[in-house]
Structure formats: structure tokens, C-alpha cells
């Protein structure tokens, strides 16, 4: 690039000065919006995505709103509709699926793995312009009327009798959809074809494990939901006869199809938030993970089984028992990887040396709301009780525990346990406590009250609730907790900043963790290692780096058991 | 006792006590695995702080633990399993003597028709103690009939029948929510399930019927000149009606599927996609030239003309039930049959 640095433009901190970084090293926006490193792309995708988290935050804040009297007061039903639809939306496809693969996958695969890069970084860069043109494309939809089917689409109503924008909103997911593919395709070859010497399979950190799972589900689901798309279009532009038996077609086809991607997407988002968590507790608790193979098959085991499930979100919706049956069984199945996560990450803890630093908290957070997440998907995969919840407020309090409760957390404890790395600065300890316990607080708040509300037989979707005044109480509870978990959301992103100029420069391992990573500087140069690292050690070998004669803090020497 | 707690919801149906049994037991279970997890977790937490000159002990890990926690929880999950498919059963197999109600739903409107004859819009009055089963359909998008108190649900798609069922075990209103989000004013789609003593019951059902739907039906059936071809003897062009509802039908292409309600309406909007074997596909579609409610009134008038008492009604309920099952052919066939009526458009309509 031309564009060399100013010298005077360079910032006056004395660390990153001083050393050639990432994000020192060129300043220009081109040095930016045409950059190949993975880890700018990331920064990249931190942005955007942010930017994405609000829109649809806000838009959850009016449906709170709104839902905190039984009268439809504060908006119309038109525009409720609207706000739960671009919210979902939003959420989903711009937020939760890009969200830990796209900024801490981008960042760290190449890391960890001793890689300079990703195997393919300008289409590193194409999938994040796509991601920016989807998403403009759905900012575009929103300003200009948005979509009012739920981020379901079901058919015929989508194809046949709304008369919004359908297909602009389709199409930017569509586009979006593309992103996906290119991380996971991306994501996979990275991680087979460039593992430094010595990285074999077994000796990957479990946060490669569950980024190789998610970029299976990224690559072999996505397409399915782009082809529906596409049928939802050919049927409501041309007529063709697809889903809607008016025209021949069939509504339950739709439903199959969206769901087929719909419900791996759920793993997109949560498998990237295990593999963070098994990280952070392995750091703070000083310990090798508790059964390392398992934690790594259960992540594919996820991948694979969960592409089998999808028709558990139709028990009630006309297939026929026997098919019902099958999924319902199908269900505990891939509830079973779920369950042993949580056993062996529980296992770690015992007899580790644990730190209550933020990202602790926010891995401790993550186990209880994604335990209380799962096992309510318990309830839902129970066919007779399925009948009576679905499509109400448990439905909506279930996924809200698995991918707010799951996923979030562990996209908040990963930019905590990271942000050393990416910023070279240390986040304010204190306030980042502060944050996680807020954090969880209003997240329980917000949701637990909605499993009651379900239980009730409020439906989901209403906005106005005035015939059954008896669900008050609770969703005044409920609109309480958001605001409170809003302010827990908002905290992380005003300490982030402030600590990108005034936070304390951080060292190379400020957490004296292991991995690949931390071997090198923070920030990491753009090429990330100065020699290409040879791997001679297991992944999360804290005893070598606990142990005295490595200059770690602990001084004594404790025989260690095996 | 349960019915006193504000946070539970009103148990008014049979059904209603299998799912809260069934509830209760998740809860109890769930609570307990979620107890063990939490109790462990605070409990390693606490007891293994960080505290300096004590280190960590590396566990690699244990294949006997591993095995141990995978078997019991999959064990739990089998009994879960099983309930939840016994509960379910019942949910869906409506009994063979269970008077029948026609639902049709629309944007925003549920429109009920009851066998005798009366009709109500978003209200549905039904006796204590009798087993009720709706037959339902829409005449645009999908809806979900939804009662609370009765832990029963069941999406309402256009197209086809869909069933539902219950006995209300106590008088009194409860809750009628469309449950599947169907457009502006789905949360306007509500209404209500009026339980009365049976007393009470039949007063509201003397009360302005315009006669029986069976024979609204038959007059539409004389109207429409459906008996020109469907006669009473072996000499229609089209096959004899009587005695067919409920029992086998031969098709011509080799199938065999049993006529229930879903066939009989397919047969009066779609003709040509399930011909009798032996007939010439002569019928025109009547697509379009019928409401959903005369579609009903047809399919109850056809119904009336076959049997008084249903020997087999409850194999046909049961079918009726799970729409895709005609359980007299076996599960490749039906695969197969279903994607030959999935590949073959409804072309018979053009003609």
C-alpha cells in the first residue's frame, strides 16, 4: 500500500508504538476496507456486527415496551409484527450466527493453529463484504416498510398474503447466507491444511473443534435455507405453485426445508460459544480439560446429529405420529453431546485453582443459563408436552436461554478473555465483574418469568393481550429484567472503548494461558508469529506452565497426580 | 389443589391431568439434574479457589465417568422419551364416537359448525364430560387452534383436515388462542370454549339451528349434481357413494388408501388425483365453486350416507389423525405415494 503511516498520526501509547503490530502497522481506510488479515477482518466483523447487536436490541427494548400493558398502546400491530420480525432477523442472521465465528473464530483460528492466516483471506474479505451488502440490503428493507412474517417466513403467508417486502429481506439473508458458507469454507480448509508443525488433531485446542463443527453446519445447511429463499420468491413473484395448496403446493414443504437449516443454525450459534467456554475454564481453573477426546466428538457428534431434528419444531404442525416419533427420539439424542459438555466442563472445576476473573464469570454464567436452557429442551422434545408450549412464551423463553443465555455469554466471556490479544489493552476488571453479574441478573429476569407466562398458555407473537390481563404481572417482570440486562449489555462496550486508549497495555499472556496465542505479542504482528512455532506440547498445559521452574506464579513445587 | 396456584394454568380436560403428570415429573427431574449440576459447580468452585502455593491437579479424564454420565441421562431421556409419546398418543387419536365439529379458520376469525346444524364465530360451546373432535381447515393461512386449560393444540392449514380433540372435564370459559402467528391481528384471533352442564348444553343446542350440517350437505350435494353421476346403484359414472367413508378405496394407479375426510375432500377438490380404480377421470374439480363450509357439509353429508356406527371408526379416526398415515399401506408405499401426488401437479384441474 501507498498509504504509508503518518508518523504523526501514530497514537502517543508507548507499547503499541513501539512494536510493528496489526493494527499499527498501516492507518489508512483502505489499509482497512482492502485488508487480508484475518484479525482486521475480525475487527471488521466486530464492528458491524456491534452496529447490528443495537438495531436489534433496540428493537427487542420496544417489544418489551409494549408488552409491559395488555393493551396494544405503544405501536400498532402492523408495526409489532414488523419489530419482532426484523428483531429475529436481525439477531439470527446478522448478529448470532456471524457473531463468535466471524470476529474471535476470524481472529483466533489462525492463531491457535500457528497459521499466518486463513488458508483463503481475500475470501475473508468477500465474505465480510457480503455480510455488509446483506446487511445494508436489510437496513434498506426495515427503513423502507420491513417484513412482517417472523423470521420464519412460514408459507402461504409469506408467499401469498403479506404484502411486505419479502423478497428484499430473503434476499439480503440470501446474501448473508453466502458470507457464512465462505467463513466455514474457509474455517475448514484453514484447519486441516495449516497447523504448524506439531499441531496434530489431538493437540488442537477444543476451540478449533467447535469452529471445525460449525463451519460443517455453516457449509452443508446454509445452501438448504438459500434454496428456500429462492422457492419463497419463485412462488411469490411467478406464481409457481410451491407451498401454498391453492396453487398445488404444500405448506408443511416449507417448514421441512427452512427448519432443515433452521435448527443446525441453532448450533452455529451455540457450538462456537462451547468452544470459547471450554477455553476460559480451562485458563481459570488451571487444568487440562476433563476428557478432552469427548468434549471434541460431542462438538461433531452435535454437527451431525442436528442436522436430524428439524421437524421437532412441527409435533403439532400436521405430520403424522409416527414421523413425530422419530424426531422426538431424534432429540434426546443430540441433547445427549449436550449434556456430556456440561459434565466434563463441570469435572474441570474440580480440584483446579480457580480464578474468578470476568471471563470466568461470564464461563460460570454460561453454565448455568445454557443448563437451564437445555434442559427445558427437554420439555419441548417431550411430544406430549410439546403440544401444549409450543408456539408459546416457554418456546420463547427456551431459545432465549440457549442462544442469549448460551451464545452471548460465551461471546461476552471470549471478548473479555481476549481482548488483551486483539487491543493490547486490558479491559477494567472491576467493571467487567460488575457487567457479567448484571448481565445475569437481567438475563433471568427477562426470561425466566416467560417460561411461567408459556406454562400459562400465553401464545407468542401477540402484542396485545388485554383479553387475558391474568399474564400482567409477569411480563412486567419480564420488561424490567430487559432493561436491566440492556444496561449489562451496553457497560461492556463503553469500558471496551474507554480501554482502547486509556486501558493498561497488556502483555503478551496477561492470563498466563496456554495456547498459541498468547506466544505471541499483543497485539499480534500481521503475520502473527515472527518464526513459524513448533508444537511439542499438548494443548492446555497448565501443569508445564503452572509448574515453578517456568517462572510461573505459583513458587512451590506440588507433586501433581495423573 | 393445582387449580388454586396462580402461576398454573386452569386443568379443565382429560387430557389436561396426562400433561401436567407428565410436567410435573420434568420438572422434578430436570430440577434434580439441574440441582446436581449447580450444587457441583458452586461447590467446586468454592472449595478449589485459587489459593497461592496450591496448584491445580491434572485429570485427563475417565472413561468409566464418561460412561456413567452418558448412560443415566440417556435412560432418563427414554422414559421422558416414552411418556411424552404415550401422552401424545392420546392427544392424538381422538375416540371413534366423538361428536364432531367443523372449524374453519380465517384472518382473524375461527367459524365453527357443529353436526346439528348451529354455528358460532369464535366461540365454541361443547358439554361436559363428551369427547368433542374438531375437524378443522383454513381457508387462507396457517392457524393453530389453542386451548390453554385443555394442553391441546393443533396447527390449522389450508388445504386438508386437521384434528383435534378433548373432553372437557368442568364447566366454565376458557381461553381459545390462535397460536400460530397468521398476520396484522393474530393476537385479535382469540375467543372462547363455552363448558356447560350438559342440561344447559342441550337448551343452547335447540336454540336457532338451520338442521343438521349432513343434510345441509345433501342438499348441496342435489344442488351441485353430484347425484347424476354418484348413484345409489352400480350404473354411475362415478363410484356409489354409500357405505364408502371409513373403509379401503382401490386406486387406479394400484394404491389403496382408506376414505377419510382428508380423501374425501382431496376427491371433491382434486379428482384426478386419487381416482377410484374403474372410472373414467371425468369428474371436474370443484376448487374454487365451494366454500370450506360447503366442503364440510359435503364431506359430513357423505359420511351420514355411509355408516351409522363406524365399526372400524376408530382405525379411520386414528388415520384421520395423522393426515399423511393411511395405515393400510405400508411405509414405502406411502412414501412413494406421497411423492407421486407431490409430482404430479394438479394438472386434472385444467381439463
Redesign the interface.
Same mark, same amino acid.
Request: hydrophobic share 40%; charged share 20%.
Given at each position: 500500500m501507498s498509504m504509508a503511516a503518518n508518523p504523526i498520526l501514530q497514537p502517543t501509547i508507548p507499547q503499541t508504538a513501539e512494536r510493528e503490530n496489526y493494527l499499527n502497522k498501516e492507518y489508512g481506510a483502505w489499509s482497512w476496507l482492502l485488508t487480508t488479515d484475518h484479525k482486521r477482518i475480525a475487527l471488521l466483523y466486530l464492528l458491524s456486527i456491534t452496529f447490528f447487536f443495537f438495531i436489534g436490541g433496540f428493537f427487542a427494548l420496544l417489544i418489551r415496551l409494549e408488552l409491559l400493558t395488555p393493551a396494544g398502546d405503544l405501536v400498532q400491530a402492523d408495526t409489532y409484527n414488523k419489530l419482532f420480525t426484523m428483531h429475529g432477523m436481525v439477531m439470527v442472521f446478522f448478529f448470532l450466527i456471524p457473531s463468535i465465528p466471524a470476529v474471535l473464530g476470524n481472529f483466533l483460528v489462525p492463531l491457535m493453529i500457528g497459521a499466518k492466516d486463513l488458508a483463503f483471506p481475500r475470501i475473508n474479505l468477500i465474505s465480510w463484504y457480503l455480510y455488509i451488502i446483506g446487511g445494508v440490503m436489510m437496513l434498506h428493507c426495515m427503513l423502507t416498510g420491513g417484513v412482517d412474517t417472523g423470521w420464519t417466513f412460514y408459507a402461504p403467508f409469506s408467499t401469498n398474503f403479506t404484502n411486505t417486502k419479502i423478497v428484499e429481506a430473503g434476499l439480503a439473508i440470501f446474501v448473508a447466507g453466502f458470507s457464512s458458507i465462505l467463513t466455514g469454507l474457509n474455517f475448514v480448509v484453514t484447519i486441516h491444511r495449516m497447523r504448524a508443525p506439531g499441531m496434530t488433531w489431538s493437540r488442537l485446542p477444543l476451540f478449533i473443534w467447535a469452529h471445525y463443527a460449525t463451519s460443517i453446519i455453516q457449509l452443508l445447511g446454509t445452501p438448504v435455507v438459500a434454496v428456500t429463499i429462492v422457492l419463497v420468491a419463485a412462488e411469490r413473484a411467478l406464481h409457481l405453485g410451491i407451498f401454498d395448496p391453492k396453487l398445488g403446493g404444500d405448506p408443511l414443504l416449507f417448514q421441512h426445508l427452512f427448519w432443515f437449516y433452521s435448527h443446525p443454525a441453532v448450533y452455529i450459534m451455540i457450538l462456537p460459544s462451547m468452544g470459547v467456554i471450554t477455553e476460559i475454564i480451562a485458563c481459570f481453573s488451571r487444568k487440562r480439560i476433563f476428557g478432552y477426546h469427548f468434549v471434541a466428538f460431542s462438538s461433531i457428534a452435535i454437527a451431525v446429529f442436528g442436522f436430524l431434528v428439524w421437524a421437532h419444531h412441527m409435533f403439532v404442525a400436521g405430520i403424522s405420529v409416527y414421523s413425530a416419533l422419530v424426531f422426538s427420539f431424534l432429540s434426546y439424542a443430540v441433547a445427549l453431546p449436550s449434556a456430556i459438555k456440561v459434565f466434563n466442563w463441570t469435572a474441570t472445576l474440580y480440584k483446579g485453582s480457580i480464578h474468578y476473573d470476568a471471563p470466568m464469570l461470564y464461563a460460570f454464567g454460561f453454565l448455568g443459563l445454557f443448563t437451564i436452557g437445555g434442559l427445558t429442551g427437554l420439555f419441548l422434545s417431550a411430544l406430549g408436552i410439546d403440544v401444549h408450549v409450543t408456539d408459546t412464551y416457554f418456546v420463547v423463553a427456551h431459545f432465549h436461554y440457549i442462544m442469549v443465555g448460551g451464545a452471548v455469554m460465551g461471546y461476552l466471556g471470549g471478548m473479555h478473555f481476549w481482548w488483551p490479544k486483539i487491543s493490547g489493552r486490558l479491559y477494567p476488571e472491576g467493571w467487567a465483574r460488575l457487567a457479567a453479574l448484571i448481565v445475569f441478573i437481567g438475563f433471568n429476569l427477562t426470561f425466566f418469568p416467560q417460561f411461567i407466562l408459556g406454562y400459562m398458555g400465553m401464545p407468542r407473537r401477540y402484542y396485545d393481550y388485554s383479553h387475558m390481563p391474568e399474564f400482567q404481572i409477569l411480563n412486567v417482570l419480564s420488561t424490567a429484567g430487559a432493561t436491566v440486562l440492556g444496561v449489562g449489555y451496553l457497560l461492556p462496550m463503553v469500558y471496551f472503548l474507554w480501554s482502547m486508549r486509556y486501558g493498561k497495555p497488556a502483555s503478551d499472556n496477561p492470563w498466563n494461558a496456554a495456547g498459541l496465542e498468547w506466544k505471541t505479542t499483543s497485539p499480534p504482528p500481521t503475520f502473527n508469529f515472527d518464526e513459524e512455532p513448533i508444537v511439542t506440547w499438548e494443548a492446555y498445559n497448565y501443569e508445564e506452565l503452572d509448574s515453578p521452574d517456568k517462572g510461573a506464579p505459583h513458587k512451590e513445587g506440588v507433586p501433581v497426580a495423573k | 389443589m393445582l387449580n388454586n396456584f #396462580?402461576? !398454573? #394454568?386452569e386443568q379443565a380436560s382429560t387430557l389436561a391431568a /396426562?400433561?401436567d403428570a407428565?410436567?410435573i415429573f420434568?420438572l422434578i427431574v430436570?430440577g434434580m439434574?439441574?440441582l446436581l &449440576? =449447580?450444587v457441583?459447580?458452586i461447590f =467446586?468452585?468454592a472449595r478449589? $479457589? /485459587?489459593? #497461592? *502455593?496450591? $496448584? %491445580? +491437579?491434572?485429570? +485427563?479424564?475417565?472413561n468409566a465417568?464418561?460412561i456413567v !454420565?452418558?448412560t443415566i441421562?440417556?435412560l432418563i431421556?427414554?422414559v421422558? =422419551?416414552a !411418556? *411424552? %409419546?404415550?401422552?401424545? =398418543?392420546? +392427544? $392424538?387419536t381422538p375416540p371413534a364416537d366423538a361428536t364432531e365439529v367443523y372449524v374453519v379458520a380465517k384472518?382473524w376469525m375461527w367459524k365453527v359448525e357443529h353436526a346439528e346444524g348451529q354455528r358460532e364465530i369464535n366461540e365454541l360451546h361443547v358439554p361436559v364430560g363428551r369427547d368433542v373432535k374438531l375437524i378443522m381447515t383454513s381457508q387462507? &393461512?396457517?392457524h393453530?387452534f389453542?386451548i390453554?386449560?385443555f394442553?391441546?393444540?393443533?396447527?390449522v392449514?389450508?388445504? $386438508?383436515y386437521?384434528v383435534e380433540w378433548f373432553r372437557a372435564t368442568k364447566p366454565g370459559v376458557y381461553?381459545l388462542?390462535? %397460536?400460530?402467528?397468521? *398476520?396484522?391481528? /393474530?393476537? *385479535?384471533m382469540?375467543g372462547s370454549i363455552i363448558v356447560q352442564e350438559p342440561a344447559q348444553y342441550e337448551a343452547w343446542m335447540n336454540g336457532g339451528s338451520t338442521g343438521p350440517l349432513s343434510a345441509t350437505g345433501e342438499k348441496i350435494f342435489a344442488e351441485l349434481g353430484c347425484a347424476t353421476c354418484h348413484r345409489t346403484d352400480t350404473q354411475g359414472r362415478g363410484p356409489n357413494l354409500q357405505g364408502v367413508f371409513g373403509k379401503p378405496v382401490q386406486l387406479e394407479d394400484g394404491r389403496t388408501v382408506t376414505a377419510d375426510e382428508n380423501y374425501l375432500r382431496e376427491c371433491i377438490l382434486d379428482p384426478g388425483a386419487k381416482r377410484v380404480k374403474g372410472f373414467q377421470p371425468i369428474m371436474p374439480t370443484f376448487?374454487g365453486l365451494v366454500t370450506e363450509e360447503q366442503v364440510n357439509a359435503l364431506v359430513a353429508y357423505i359420511k351420514s350416507i355411509s355408516l351409522s356406527k363406524p365399526a372400524d371408526g376408530a382405525r379411520t379416526n386414528a388415520g384421520l389423525? %395423522?393426515? @399423511? @398415515?393411511s395405515d393400510r399401506i405400508d411405509a414405502g408405499a406411502k412414501i412413494q405415494a406421497q411423492a407421486q401426488s407431490?409430482a404430479q #401437479?394438479?394438472r386434472s384441474q385444467v381439463q
Open positions: - | #396462580p402461576l !398454573w #394454568p /396426562h400433561v407428565l410436567y420434568l430436570t439434574m439441574a &449440576v =449447580f457441583l459447580i =467446586f468452585a478449589y $479457589r /485459587h489459593r #497461592p *502455593g496450591v $496448584r %491445580a +491437579e491434572q485429570i +485427563e479424564g475417565s465417568l464418561e !454420565w452418558s441421562p440417556f431421556f427414554m421422558i =422419551f !411418556w *411424552g %409419546a404415550v401422552v401424545y =398418543f392420546k +392427544e $392424538r384472518q387462507d &393461512v396457517i393453530s389453542y390453554p386449560a394442553r391441546i393444540k393443533q396447527d392449514l389450508p388445504g $386438508r386437521t381461553h388462542f390462535c %397460536a400460530e402467528y397468521c *398476520g396484522t391481528q /393474530h393476537s *385479535g382469540v376448487q389423525a %395423522a393426515p @399423511d @398415515d407431490n #401437479p394438479k
